[in-house]
């Protein structure tokens, strides 16, 4: 019965417990609505201050390349002499992965095709979209001012921006590659990811182009100085093999890829972002929570704070 009657206590005060929680919940109600309310109004107008995002991709099929024959004891001379001929194959997603990646050829491509201009915001702006068609909130919030950054600056900008608005990605199943390009101008997204495909895949085939032209220039070198029957049919089986690659890779139009779908401008109400209703909805809730948690914890600092200020009754 002694039990019992503890358990009746425990009860007793857990439920306390929660009428007093509910209770100062209740007691703070409008403090909490002001304050969910006040951040969910931030977070509306920061939202319609983001214009529309939208993406253009395109499909690629890697197309196979030719694997190097074996040449035994004559690939350690011709590493020595600083010709690589290459025990593997470099498939074409990682090629292009890591070309797009490269710093020397971003500072490339934002040379050549002006792209610190191309991607400002000031040229950008006459395609954005906006909810309802309104952009009066963008507007206030974005002062059109000259930057006063130095070329480096908006160079480096430029490139480090880049890095997020081109994306590409391999299927592992498949094996397909998608190239994407994300951009508030829909009609440059397009025109950028077709800029990106062609030079990426130009820059590629201009390396291997050069490789295997030295390769070719070393091996016909060997060829002429030696006597050896069946050295010269490996080497000369070799040469035609590379020369075969390189006619394969002036052939295509993209080097090591063939275009399955080609991108297209995408539709002005096929954006990818920004999930507007979603970031709303994130924010009210935690708005929420944020003010329930900081009234208990305002509540609690009282409490102890009157604790310390009541006078202490002798023992």
């Given at each position: 019965m002694q039990h019992t009657g503890n358990n009746n206590n425990c009860i007793d005060e857990d439920e306390i417990d929660l009428r007093e929680l509910f209770g100062t919940i209740w007691a703070n109600k409008f403090k909490?609505?002001?304050?969910?309310?006040i951040v969910t109004s931030l977070t509306i107008?920061?939202?319609?201050?983001k214009p529309n995002q939208y993406t253009s991709s395109t499909i690629l099929a890697p197309q196979g390349q030719t694997k190097s024959i074996s040449l035994g004891g004559l690939s350690s001379l011709a590493s020595m002499a600083g010709v690589n001929v290459g025990g593997g194959v470099m498939d074409a997603y990682h090629s292009l992965k890591i070309i797009l990646g490269s710093y020397a050829f971003e500072k490339m491509m934002v040379k050549k095709y002006h792209l610190i201009n191309l991607l400002s915001t000031s040229n950008m702006k006459k395609e954005f979209v906006f909810p309802f068609g309104y952009n009066?909130?963008?507007?206030?919030?974005?002062?059109s001012k000259k930057s006063n950054k130095s070329y480096a600056d908006k160079e480096y900008l430029t490139i480090k921006a880049l890095k997020k608005i081109i994306s590409i990605s391999s299927s592992k199943k498949s094996g397909a590659i998608t190239m994407s390009?994300?951009?508030?101008?829909?009609?440059l997204a397009k025109r950028l990811l077709d800029i990106y495909l062609k030079n990426s895949t130009a820059y590629l085939r201009t390396i291997d182009m050069k490789n295997i032209k030295q390769k070719i220039k070393y091996y016909q070198k060997?060829?002429?100085g030696t006597n050896n029957i069946q050295l010269k049919t490996q080497i000369s089986q070799y040469i035609a093999n590379l020369m075969q690659k390189e006619v394969f890779a002036n052939a295509n139009p993209y080097y090591t890829v063939k275009q399955i779908t080609k991108p297209e401008v995408p539709y002005i109400k096929?954006?990818?972002g920004p999930k507007r209703a979603l970031i709303v909805i994130v924010a009210f809730i935690t708005s929420i929570i944020l003010a329930v948690f900081g009234v208990f914890f305002v509540e609690f600092l009282k409490n102890n704070k009157e604790e310390d200020m009541s006078p202490k009754t002798n023992q």
């Open positions: 909490i609505a002001i304050f969910t309310f107008v920061y939202v319609l201050t009066g909130m963008y507007n206030l919030f974005h002062s390009v994300k951009l508030p101008d829909r009609f060997e060829l002429a096929d954006k990818a």
